[in-house]
């Protein structure tokens, strides 16, 4: 049991891996990274380092520090979604007024 459990973190590990990078470079060079997006990069790479760890069974770190960032993880993900959709939100609200404002101005 324990081999089908390591052959499906195997085969899930690597397209999930290859999909979070090429999102992530995607990211950075469609557009400009900003602290939070550089953020998100950092915590990306290191959450694929501990999925690599455990899929492989190579110790990085202790287990309590994976236990920890995996919750950390997991709250910065629903957060980072809400706050990157919320600033995407404003600033088109704020591209809409602004039009608004110069077609409906006597400038």
Known sequence: MKDNRNIFWKIY???VSIFIVVGIIGIA?????NWLSSAD??????AIVGM???????KFLSG??????????IAWELLYGIIYDLIVE???IVD?????????SDI
């Open 13 to 15: 590990f690597w397209p």
């Open 29 to 33: 060079i469609v557009e400009d990274l």
């Open 41 to 46: 990069l950092l915590i990306g790479l290191t």
């Open 52 to 58: 690599y760890g455990y899929v492989y069974q190579k």
């Open 64 to 73: 309590k520090f994976w236990k920890q960032y995996f919750i950390f993880f």
């Open 90 to 92: 404003c600033q088109y």
């Open 96 to 104: 809409t007024l602004m039009c608004q404002y110069i077609v409906h």
